[in-house]
T-cell receptor, first 114, second 112 residues
Framework: ETGVTQTPRHLVMGMTNKKSLKCEQH?????MYWYKQSAKKPLELMFV???????ENNSVPSRFSPECPNSSHLFLHLHTLQPEDSALYLC?????????????FGPGTRLTVT | GQNIDQPTEMTATEGAIVQINCTYQ??????LFWYQQHAGEAPTFLSY????GLEEKGRFSSFLSRSKGYSYLLLKELQMKDSASYLC?????????????FGQGTTLQVKP
């Protein structure tokens, strides 16, 4: 248990659906992250939030829409996804964004797009 | 450009020592992390190096040479539970965004 929770753990959705992934951290951290982990590919940073403000969008398609209402919660809204978006989506948090601090990862949401 | 290389797979014997190498090229550098990820689980932090040299933490040690763009993770007295993927990640020092760039990971299999 890392102090970072994610729901749902598994999600199957059609290409026309809209769904949201939720992440919550109980560590009092100020920075939160979304990552995508596909088979045989490196873990890929998607978004960074620091004190609720987005500081990094790693050229992510607009069908992925993040939301950070406060420092403890992070959402990833999904709409009109493609089959290649099927992957493990990991949320992480760290004490602050700078200087580099270790990141604590949640268990991930396994997403399948049909 | 930014590039991180590490071997895809390694096999070692229980009780032995294994060294997992990582080489990197980045436009900026502000430290290197090693994470462990068991199959189906989240990555967990192992070590952070920002200065040259060896950092020891129990059975695990991590080394960094900034001039060579090189790091290694040394695992001693291997146990079966050490079978996992080991991820090397470099901070993107060119931007203050908290961006970590990960290698593809090295899957280590420990055999009896």
């Amino acid at each position: 248990e890392t102090g970072v929770t994610q729901t749902p753990r598994h999600l199957v959705m059609g290409m026309t659906n809209k769904k949201s992934l939720k992440c919550e951290q109980h560590l009092g951290h100020n920075a939160m992250y979304w990552y995508k982990q596909s088979a045989k590919k490196p873990l890929e940073l998607m978004f960074v939030y620091n004190f609720k403000e987005q500081t990094e969008n790693n050229s992510v398609p607009s069908r992925f829409s993040p939301e950070c209402p406060n420092s403890s919660h992070l959402f990833l809204h999904l709409h009109t996804l493609q089959p290649e978006d099927s992957a493990l989506y990991l949320c992480a948090s760290s004490r602050d964004r700078d200087p580099p601090y270790e990141q604590y990862f949640g268990p991930g949401t396994r997403l399948t797009v049909t | 450009g930014q590039n991180i290389d590490q071997p895809t797979e390694m096999t070692a014997t229980e009780g032995a020592i294994v060294q997992i190498n990582c080489t990197y090229q980045t436009s900026g550098f502000n430290g290197l992390f090693w994470y462990q990820q068991h199959a189906g689980e989240a990555p967990t932090f192992l070590s952070y190096n920002v200065l040259d040299g060896l950092e020891e933490k129990g059975r695990f040690s991590s080394f960094l040479s900034r001039s060579k763009g090189y790091s290694y993770l040394l695992l001693k007295e291997l146990q079966m539970k050490d079978s996992a993927s080991y991820l090397c990640a470099v901070t993107d020092g060119s931007s203050n965004t908290g961006k970590l760039i990960f290698g593809q990971g090295t899957t280590l299999q420990v055999k009896p």
